[in-house]
């Protein structure tokens, strides 16, 4: 069982940053790959990126490619988000979730995580 907690959220200006942090619970983070999803009002919920369990393997949506950065500190149990150059329809709640597996293949397909975070709101205006 994993809890997972999100946070650094907040309001900020297109072209601006935020490094979001995802805070698990638990002695076995080191087995879950991460995933960070958002879903903005109206939409689907989508795959920001991923990474795999040990750091090794990271993965990205197209759009969010060259812009955000994903990386994790098993010692702290705790996986970020930074997002840079951030434009007004990066506006979401971001999730992060995990999935219990020790392989360089991290899905960008939500039904595959079984732990989710309660979200974070980001909004950045233009």
């Known amino acids: 069982q994993v809890q997972l907690v999100e946070s650094g959220g907040g309001l900020v200006q297109a072209g601006g940053s935020l490094r979001l942090s995802c805070a698990a619970s638990?002695?076995?983070?080191?087995?879950?790959?991460m995933g960070w999803f958002r879903q903005a009002p109206g939409k689907e919920r989508e795959f920001v990126g991923g990474i795999s369990w040990n750091g090794g393997s990271t993965y990205y949506a197209d759009s969010m490619k060259g812009r955000f950065t994903i990386s994790r500190d098993n010692a702290k149990n705790t996986v970020y988000l930074q997002m840079n150059s951030l434009k007004p329809e990066d506006t979401a709640v971001y999730y992060c979730a995990a999935l219990q597996r020790r392989t360089g293949w991290v899905p960008s397909v939500k039904t595959e995580y079984s732990y989710w975070g309660q979200g974070t709101q980001v909004t950045v205006s233009s």
């Open positions: 638990g002695r076995t983070f080191s087995s879950y790959a």
